[in-house]
């Protein structure tokens, strides 16, 4: 069945980095569009980045333009979010998701960006 598996969240100060990972199975992750959402306490979830099934193409919410960066192995069947320069409004559980109309969904992990 499909699975996507989200990891590499945790707690970090202001300014700092993390790299999450989410490992596909189950479906042809090469002909999918892959995206990062978030969900905040209390707020709707938002898409974070999206990168198109050959990595050509990626976009941005305006609030991580120029400090998180999309990118995916097709090989290894991962989808990656490097975030730079974490903001305590940063915080949130992050989840990846599969499709053009995200048609599946990770569990999530939570990244928590606090001093």
């Known amino acids: 069945q499909v699975q996507l598996v989200e990891s590499g969240g945790g707690l970090v100060q202001p300014g700092g980095s993390l790299r999450l990972s989410c490992a596909a199975s189950?479906?042809?992750?090469?002909?999918?569009?892959m995206s990062w959402h978030r969900q905040a306490p209390g707020k709707e979830r938002e898409l974070v980045a999206g990168i198109t099934f050959g990595g050509g193409d990626t976009n941005y919410a305006d609030s991580v333009k120029g400090r998180f960066t999309i990118s995916r192995d097709n090989a290894k069947k991962t989808v990656y979010l490097q975030m730079n320069s974490l903001k305590p409004e940063d915080t949130a559980v992050y989840y990846c998701?599969?499709?053009?109309?995200?048609?599946?969904w990770g569990q999530g992990t939570q990244v928590t960006v606090s001093s």
């Open positions: 998701s599969a499709g053009a109309r995200y048609d599946y």
């Open positions: 189950g479906f042809t992750f090469s002909n999918r569009h």
